[in-house]
């Protein structure tokens, strides 16, 4: 497969996970991102967040831009030296309205729907909304989501809130729809309702389908690593774990998760693994 990216290629690669894995308040970040460039490796961001939300991030705390940024859960794929999206991969906007319909039908608000395109978020225009993302520059407010689906041509996720059993209640249709789907506690809009959030995107979509994508393109000769905290990793840690590649877990991350990778690891490759925290 010719390297379709047109970057030159790394000595390898660590895909990290933005929130709860990257700190991009550290100080010593940048240096630590200049010194992995000058070894001739790369560093990309894997994140459930926007490409524009993660690159307005990195410019806020002034650090190296890395070359490629992987958004919404590995539906998108971002050069940010050619300024453009090298795969997105969208929603059929009708089926996104059939699920957007059947969630308010059962008592979902609309101020708990977010949609992206890749770039930017859109959300439902009320005070909570704009305290949550008052820091922000990559959210466009909107008086109904009708709006949205009307005039966004493009649509790579959907994000809803609610209580833990709309969502788990909302997951299971979503699949029924064949789209992918992963839940998550989150402070959206109010940190005061004590969330859940469900990511929806289109089936196939995950960051280990990013991972592979990248990998295969890149082929790095020593090969990659995948750093995570979170559910949404699970899949870009079994990737790593398949290609005899390593996988960092953060230790503040769920002991579930730890254990799930670690038996996945020893069942794949028959041997013990091991973790440093």
Known sequence: ??????????SFIIFTDKDGTLNLEDK???????????????VIPVTGRTVGDILESLKKNHLKIPEILVGDNGANIYSTSRQQFLIK???????????????????????????????????IDTPDVRKYYEKSKSVKYLKD?????ENMPEITKITLAGTQEQMQQMSTYSQKMDFWSDIGATKFPNADYKHYR????????????????ISTILKPPHGYICIGNGENDISMFKQSIDNGMMIGI????????????????DSKHKRQSYYYP
């Not at 497969?1 to 790394?10: G, H, S, V």
């Not at 989501?145 to 689906?149: D, R, T, V």
């Not at 469900?198 to 994508?213: P, R």
């Open 89 to 123: 991969k969208t929603l059929d906007n009708q089926k996104v309205k059939t699920l957007i319909d059947d969630f308010m039908a059962t008592g979902g608000k609309q101020e708990n729907i977010r949609l992206t395109d890749g770039s930017l978020i859109y959300a």
């Open 198 to 213: 469900l990511d929806i995107a289109d089936k196939n979509i995950n960051k280990g389908e990013a991972v592979k994508l």
């Open 145 to 149: 989501i009708q709006e949205a689906l």
């Open 28 to 42: 010593k970040l940048d240096n630590i991102l200049k010194l992995i460039i000058s070894m001739n490796g790369l």
């Open 1 to 10: 497969m010719p390297n379709e990216f047109q970057i030159k290629r790394p």
């Open 250 to 265: 953060m230790e503040d991350s769920p002991e579930a998760i730890k254990t799930e990778m670690k038996a996945y690891a």
